[in-house]
Nanobody
Framework: VQLQASGGGLVQAGASLRLSCAVSGRTFSNRAMGWFRQAPGKEREFVAGISWSGGSQYYRDSVKGRFTISRDNAKNTVYLQMNSLETEDTAVYYC??????????????WGQGTQVTVSS
């Protein structure tokens, strides 16, 4: 099972990025998926999650209204559209498969991470 995250990069504050996470080796259409991030010197934190059907999304407060999580089960892919990026969003972003939760321990499979850097 592999989760391949992509789409990170270096952007200026206010810009947008779209992260993708493709799952291969197994289908996870019946599992929740999530995005987490970890900034240098900080603990990994939950960013956004989505139910298996895509009908329910949940976010950390600081990204509500700016980030949107979505998924395409036919492509085994989850996305994170990030708008109005702030310097505080700078981190390595990880996708994961697990239960509907904001707790990292509830996720079983993890991608390798993609770097997002937002400059002022």
């Amino acid at each position: 099972v592999q989760l391949q995250a992509s789409g990170g990069g270096l952007v200026q504050a206010g810009a947008s990025l779209r992260l993708s996470c493709a799952v291969s080796g197994r289908t996870f259409s019946n599992r929740a998926m999530g995005w987490f991030r970890q900034a240098p010197g900080k603990e990994r934190e939950f960013v956004a999650g989505i139910s298996w059907s895509g009908g329910s999304q949940y976010y950390r407060d600081s990204v509500k209204g700016r980030f949107t999580i979505s998924r395409d089960n036919a492509k085994n892919t989850v996305y994170l559209q990030m708008n109005s990026l702030e310097t505080e969003d700078t981190a390595v972003y990880y996708c994961a498969v697990g239960r509907r939760s904001s707790i990292s321990d509830d996720y079983d499979y993890w991608g390798q991470g993609t770097q997002v850097t937002v400059s002022s």
